[in-house]
């Protein structure tokens, strides 16, 4: 396991498509997981000082470093105006210098508004092994509204899906539905972890309700069975309660659970609910096996606390890039993801002022299989 230190840093119908869903046939296609290998992983380079209030300055450094540590493992697209790439790309090689990254870096004129592309960006299924028609790699473009409407404006981040289908000539489908990516969480194998307090929320979807957000996610994601946890529990979140926030897959049954910093923390009751959801449920494919994933004590920025939790990590090829927080559970959490993880570099990286910006690495990242 390793440590990096960064610089002081942050509706309509699901019926609408039916025509373009017939024609692509997405019954021949599935959702590779997390761990699966990739080709590469997009991001948005950091472009909103009002997502890092009073410290955006320290932002672009710490960013720089995060990329470096993923082009260690794999090549990294970031989207990035032409104008911003200016002082981007110096921020970046020299950080890919320093980490001694294998991999390119590569920048993408693509404006966005801010940095979470797991939430609006593109989402890639594969072409099933055993089918041999149609295109080998498909997009899903969701709809996007910054999380409830919470953020404006969002219409750069909203276009991205399509421009970079677009850009890399990969066909996307649009089911006309809101839906962030950091609120599914996939096994690879049919079965979707995702929180009753974000899918469920009115002010994403207020004419869908659960039997008929789960046939979306089935008809657009071709998974089988849902574990529906109720979602709360990680104090600062600002997303009500996306699933990478509280449960993360790292195996095709092995689930890592958000657990409170102490027994008696004013979350720990709804972080339980979280852990007994996901041991309760089953499926035809079988049970879930919960791991408790210790949270650090409580972090602040300007008198706010923070949504620091090391469910936030990311799987490159060949590693986990895990967001620390200058906390006595750091190590805990990294030996728990060598752990679950054995035959992967396990990176952890200070995100002390990432997280100020209310996410972390899965948040800011989206990867796009190999084929």
Known sequence: MEHLTAAPSKISSPGSLKRIVTELNLTNYRWPAEWEPHTATWVGWPVSPETWPGIFE????????FIAAMARFEQVNVLATDETQKLAKPLVDAACEEAGAAFEVKFFDIPINDSWCRDYGPIFLNRRSDVAAGPEQVIIDWDYNSWGGK??????????????SDRIQIQAVKPGIILEGGAIEGNGNGVLLTTESCLLNPNRNPNLNKEQMEEALRKFLQVESFAWLPGEGIVGDDTDGHIDQ???FVSDTK?????????????????????KAVADFRSASGSLQPVELRMPKPKFQQEHRLPACYCNFYIVNNGVIVPTFEDAADDVALQLLQDAFPDRTI??????????????????????PVV
């Open 246 to 248: 509280v449960a993360r």
């Open 58 to 65: 320290l932002i672009p450094p710490a960013y720089a470093k």
């Open 347 to 368: 990176v952890g990286v200070n995100a002390i002022e990432l997280i100020w910006g209310l996410g972390a690495f899965h948040c800011m990242t989206q990867q796009q």
């Open 255 to 275: 689930v890592l659970v958000a657990a409170a910093y102490d027994d008696d923390a004013p979350e720990a009751a709804d972080l339980r609910a979280n852990l």
């Open 151 to 164: 953020y404006p404006p969002w219409d750069h981040d909203a276009a991205v899906a399509k421009q970079i």
